[in-house]
């Protein structure tokens, strides 16, 4: 079946620095890939859609400048998240939309988990 | 606007009992439904979807769900829980068919008595 990974699956980063998220389908392509937040015992919140050489698109709320999206290739995208805050330690989640034969679902990632001292 | 409501935050169960798991979905258009599991720290699994024809669906693990039009749910259920579902449990509706846009509801966790 589809795979999505996401690297790392854990990080702690100091206040005021950068951390990069990978998120990689592995034996697919996916031209959209998603960005999920979830804080402790809530739902996910879907931050922004990630469309392969194009600029992703954010929910309302939620800060393009900080949480910086690249979708470079139909296998990669990565999240960045900016000068990192306390308050951005969450569980960061992917998914990508893949339209294979007899599926056309969207496959999660198993999450990485930020937090920020 | 699309929107999803688990009414129950926390379910206990005893192991071997059954289960039903409420969802309740608000959508302009044909919804396009999903269930899907979360062990502690891990990513989604999906347990079934619906999107078109019977709708009474099947997914793994033992699980189905009912889709009701009229009652605007599609409720989960389990004839005989294992103490290995104990998990969080997220409804979901999607836009179209390759599960776009989802918005998930609170989630439900489910917790089972041996």
């Known amino acids: 079946g589809a795979v999505v990974s996401q690297h790392p699956s854990r990080v702690i980063c100091k206040s005021g620095t950068s951390v990069k998220i990978e998120c990689r389908s592995l034996d697919f392509q996916a031209t959209t890939m998603f960005w999920y937040r979830q804080f402790p015992k809530k739902s996910l919140m879907l931050m922004a859609t990630s469309n392969e050489g194009s600029k992703a698109t954010y929910e309302q709320g939620v800060e393009k400048d900080k949480f910086l999206i690249n979708h470079a290739s139909l296998t990669l995208s990565t999240l960045t998240v900016t000068s990192a805050h306390p308050e951005d330690s969450s569980f960061y989640i992917c998914s990508a939309a893949a339209r294979l034969a007899g599926s056309d679902e969207q496959y999660f990632g198993p999450g990485t988990r930020l937090t920020v001292t | 606007a699309q929107s999803v409501t688990q009414p129950d935050i926390h379910i206990t169960v005893s192991e071997g009992a059954s289960l039903e798991l409420r969802c309740n979905y608000s959508?302009?258009?044909?919804?396009?439904l999903f269930w899907y599991v979360q062990s502690p720290g891990q990513g989604l699994q999906l347990l079934l979807k619906y999107f078109s024809g019977d709708t009474l669906v099947q997914g793994i693990k033992g699980f189905e769900a009912e889709f009701k039009r009229s009652q605007s749910s599609f409720n989960l259920r389990k004839p005989s829980v294992h103490w290995s579902d104990a998990a969080e449990y997220f409804c979901?509706?999607?836009?179209?068919?390759?599960?776009?846009?989802?918005?998930f509801g609170g989630g439900t966790r489910l917790m089972v008595k041996p």
């Open positions: 979901a509706v999607g836009a179209n068919n390759a599960g776009n846009m989802l918005t």
């Open positions: 959508y302009g258009a044909t919804p396009y």
